[in-house]
């Protein structure tokens, strides 16, 4: 039977497709889907017979690309690396020039810089787009970062504008309301090209980075709340709850909120109780830290973030240390309302740094690679559809309106302002917190960031003579000019040798 032409493709129906490729029939499009096992694309087309679009199923891979309208657009939501690599070395023989392919899904954007050079010289244009939000967000509205040729990326918009999530125009909030068959129409869509080749998927592995950040925030809140002020999870619940209602409004806030006054259905318990507390990753924070040492960008809290999650899995040995290693003995004898309080503002003005460090990479990845990014915008397709979406993402937006040139989150009237106001109660929960034995790597670490950055002189004048003296590595003279070296013929001092 020959099918009915579509406006674009998807193959790949794990969940993350499926809800993708609803999304994009309930915005009128119409798709035909194919997965590499055939039973699973006839009932995933079987369930799902009355779609605004229309949505039709190929058993072959010849005829899913048949049924495409010219040029052809495939999404493609398989897993990251050799399945996607196979994918797209199955579609090639089978598309002509000027068609696209778009790769959905965790990619390293090294390998999107490598499949885009290589699809080019094959006359296949190529987009590389992070989808954020997850599950829900694939299926009512994520954020969407594609990168690519902009004639591919002409070709994509009105698909990738109508399907990714939608703020309101005037606060910046996001609309939700989308239900199957009736999507959000209105407000901005969360989706903007980015830039060239791999952009797109670099700026989601950073956006990923910075969620690993906000989750090891929050975590690092609810133990100081937990193990230094002795509350019980529903009174940390309401404390987030009233969080969600100001500066710190976002998903992760009102998520978090939700879980802490959740019961077992087992026990009856409190639900974060009985969670083990061991955390797993997929690898993209842990490639951003990666980028950051490779580039010389300081990212120490997105780091620090990676390695919470890498100790938590340490349980066994944690338990065995937890008998032998002993903390300090230390009583909270504060008042409550105004710990709560100066952890706020630990969390807000940490929060602060840890976006600095985000979009500091992103500067500097844009002139390692060759990227022209357009950082208000970024911000702007953040704040709805993905994981970090919040409030406060409207006042990124704000200050790359105000300063395109910004070299620095920090140095920003608002953000400056913001620090300025909090970090009396910043530095004293780190204090607290090392004196009741409560580890905040991220709090520390984002603090630690500030005072380096704001520092005009650090100790790494003793550093650098260090590494003169033991390397002969040279030295820069603060009454010389920038880019000038000397060395120092250090003396030999009499030490006893040890002979061979």
């Not at 060239?196 to 989601?204: E, I, L, N, Q, R």
């Amino acid at each position: 039977m020959e099918l009915e032409e579509s406006d674009i493709g998807l193959i790949g129906l794990a969940v993350m497709g499926q809800n993708l490729a609803l999304n994009i029939v309930d915005h009128g499009f119409k798709l035909t889907a194919y997965n590499r096992t055939t039973e699973k694309t006839e009932k995933f087309v079987a369930e799902n017979p009355d779609t605004p679009g229309g949505l039709v199923g190929a058993k072959t891979l010849p005829e899913f690309v048949q049924s495409l309208k010219r040029p052809r657009k495939v999404v493609i939501m398989v897993q990251a690396g050799k399945a996607t690599d196979a994918v797209i070395n199955d579609l090639v023989p089978l598309m002509e020039d000027g068609d696209i392919i778009i790769d959905g899904g965790n990619a390293y954007w090294i390998d999107t810089i490598r499949r885009e050079k290589e699809l080019k010289e094959k006359n296949i244009r190529f987009i590389g787009s992070g989808v954020s939000g997850g599950e829900e967000g694939a299926r009512f509205g994520p954020s969407l970062m594609p990168g690519g040729e902009e004639s591919a990326w002409n070709e994509i918009e009105p698909v990738w504008k109508a399907i990714a999530a939608k703020v309101d125009p005037e606060t910046g909030k996001p609309l939700a309301g989308a239900k199957p068959g009736k999507p959000v129409e209105r407000g901005v869509p969360c989706t903007t090209h980015i830039g060239s080749d791999g952009a797109g998927h670099y700026v989601k592995m950073v956006h990923n980075g910075i969620e690993y950040g906000d989750m090891q925030m929050i975590c690092e809140a609810y133990a100081l709340m937990k193990d230094v002020a002795g509350m019980n999870a529903e009174e940390m619940g309401e404390v987030f709850a009233r969080w969600n209602e100001g500066e710190l409004d976002s998903f992760l806030i009102e998520i978090t909120a939700d879980i802490l006054q959740q019961k077992d259905p087992v026990t009856g318990r409190d639900f974060v109780d009985v969670v083990l507390d061991t955390a797993g990753q997929k690898g993209t924070g842990k490639w951003t830290s990666i980028s950051a040492l490779d580039m010389g960008v300081p990212a120490p809290t997105i780091a620090e973030a990676v390695f919470s999650r890498c100790v938590s899995a340490l349980k066994e040995e944690r338990t065995a240390a937890s008998k032998i290693l002993a903390g300090p003995e230390k009583s909270f004898d504060d008042d409550r309302e105004a710990f709560v309080e100066a952890v706020r503002d630990a969390l807000y003005c940490s929060k602060i740094c840890s976006y600095a460090q985000g979009f500091q990479l992103m500067r500097a990845a844009q002139d390692e690679y060759g990227w022209t990014l357009n950082f208000g915008e970024i911000a702007g397709i953040f704040r709805g559809g993905c994981i970090i979406r919040a409030r406060f993402l409207q006042k990124i937006t704000d200050a790359y309106e105000r300063d395109p040139k910004l070299a620095n989150l920090l140095l920003d009237p608002y953000f400056n302002d913001a620090i300025g106001k909090g970090q009396a109660n910043w530095r004293k929960v780190i204090a607290l917190a090392a004196e009741h034995g409560v580890a905040t790597p991220a709090f520390a670490s984002a603090l630690a960031y500030y005072d380096s950055y704001r520092s005009e002189r650090l100790p790494a004048n003793l550093l650098q003579a260090q590494r003169d003296y033991f390397g002969a590595h040279t030295y820069e003279r603060v009454d010389q000019p920038r880019g000038k070296f000397f060395h120092v013929d250090w003396p030999k001092p009499d030490r006893p040798q040890i002979e061979a």
